[in-house]
């Protein structure tokens, strides 16, 4: 069963200290792997798509990398803006659907 | 462009009651989702539509749950009788379908969510 699993399930940074959001998946084929960052009361925003193993991208202070059953989402120096619930999802070949993880809701204080 | 557009924003009903939710995905994406979200399930994927065609609606909970696409532009999701279960947030999302230019290997970019409809059962 394709599966995806987001730790920790909540993450208290103070502004500057840099960490990692973890993504495991299990997933027959991967087609896709995205990151999306959520808002309270607001729709899921897109941030990356990672494809293949060893591919990384970037994107301010945040950057997604990807291994074969894993990604991170690595934060550098995060700001109090940060802050919010960061989604993980793989689509699988063969199908157009996404399949989300519980998601890890940062929280960065000045 | 103005995004994926749902409404209502807000939708309180009582129970046994119809809920039609809307949505206007962007213009030119091909394929339309629905998702529903909750603090015990997550973001959970209901259906699915590519070129207006239902595809996957293996996540529709039960026969109470109807979703249409009658044009590009245009979806409703049903929800009749509703119950106090039903509440959550809906969303719906849209995306362009995306050739790979290696080998043509279809592959689907972002989803563009809409800022979701909160529905209240009471």
């Known amino acids: 069963e394709d599966q995806v699993t987001q730790s920790p399930e909540a993450l208290r940074l103070q502004e500057g200290e840099s960490s990692s959001l973890n993504c495991s998946y299990t997933?027959?084929?991967?087609?896709?792997l995205f990151w999306y960052r959520q808002d309270p009361g607001k729709g899921p925003e897109f941030l990356f798509t990672?494809?293949?193993a060893g591919e990384e991208k970037e994107k301010e202070r945040l950057k997604a990398t990807l291994t074969k059953k894993e990604s991170f989402l690595h934060i550098t120096a995060p700001k109090p803006e940060d802050s919010a619930t960061y989604l993980c999802?793989?689509?699988?070949?063969?199908?157009?659907?996404?399949?989300f993880g519980a998601g890890t809701r940062l929280a960065v204080h000045p | 462009d103005a995004g994926v557009i749902q409404s209502p924003r807000h939708e309180v009903t009582e129970m046994g009651q119809e809920v039609t939710l809307r949505c206007k995905p962007i213009?030119?994406?091909?394929?339309l989702f629905w998702y529903r979200q909750t603090m015990m399930r997550g973001l959970e994927l209901l259906i699915y539509?590519?070129?207006?065609?239902?595809?996957?609606d293996s996540g529709m909970p039960e026969d109470r749950f109807s979703a249409k696409m009658p044009n590009a532009s245009f979806s409703t999701l049903k929800i009749q009788p509703s119950e106090p279960r039903d509440s959550a947030v809906y969303f719906c999302?849209?995306?362009?379908?995306?050739?790979?230019?290696?080998?043509?290997?279809?592959?689907?970019?972002?989803?563009?969510f809409g800022p979701g409809t909160r529905l209240t059962v009471l």
């Open positions: 999302a849209s995306t362009p379908v995306l050739v790979s230019v290696l080998g043509g290997d279809a592959r689907y970019n972002e989803q563009f």
């Open positions: 997933v027959s084929g991967l087609r896709g």
């Open positions: 990672l494809y293949s």
């Open positions: 999802a793989v689509q699988a070949r063969g199908y157009n659907k996404l399949i």
């Open positions: 213009s030119g994406h091909n394929s």
């Open positions: 539509f590519n070129n207006n065609v239902p595809i996957d």
